[in-house]
Nanobody, 118 residues
Framework: QVQLVESGGGWVQAGGSLRLSCSAP???????MGWYRQAPGKERELVAR???????DYADSVKGRFTIARDHAKNTLDLQMNSLKPGDTAMYLC?????????????WGQGTQVTVSS
C-alpha cells in the first residue's frame, strides 16, 4: 500500500483562496498524481493532475483559478485554489498511480473537505 497524506482545505468565503497539499513516500516511483473532488450526490471528478513528464490537465471549471504543482523528488503535490466559488465545495481527494513494482496500482487519500460559502 502507498499512503497519501493530505492537508489544507477548510472553510472560505467565495472569492477566497485555499491551498491543498498531498504527500506520498518519497521512495516510490509515481506516474500520475492528481486531485479529484466529490460533492454530495455527485460523481467524483478530476480537478487537476500532473503526469510524470510534467504535463498538466485541468477541469474546465477550474482553469485559470487553480494551479497544480508537483515535486517529483519529494512526491508531493500542491493545489492552489483561487477565486473559489460555492460550486467548488466538495471533498477533495489526492490520487496517485504507481506504474511498476510490487506496489503497482492506484491509490487515494482519505480526502480533505473544502467548503466555500456565498
Amino acid at each position: 500500500q502507498v499512503q497519501l497524506v493530505e492537508s489544507g482545505g477548510g472553510w472560505v468565503q467565495a472569492g477566497g483562496s485555499l491551498r491543498l497539499s498531498c504527500s506520498a513516500p518519497s521512495d516510490i516511483f509515481i506516474g500520475v498524481m492528481g486531485w479529484y473532488r466529490q460533492a454530495p450526490g455527485k460523481e467524483r471528478e478530476l480537478v487537476a493532475r500532473v503526469l510524470r513528464d510534467g504535463t498538466t490537465d485541468y477541469a474546465d471549471s477550474v482553469k485559470g483559478r487553480f494551479t497544480i504543482a508537483r515535486d517529483h523528488a519529494k512526491n508531493t503535490l500542491d493545489l492552489q485554489m483561487n477565486s473559489l466559488k460555492p460550486g467548488d465545495t466538495a471533498m477533495y481527494l489526492c490520487h496517485a498511480g504507481v506504474p511498476t513494482g510490487s506496489k503497482r496500482g492506484f491509490y487515494w487519500g482519505q480526502g480533505t473537505q473544502v467548503t466555500v460559502s456565498s
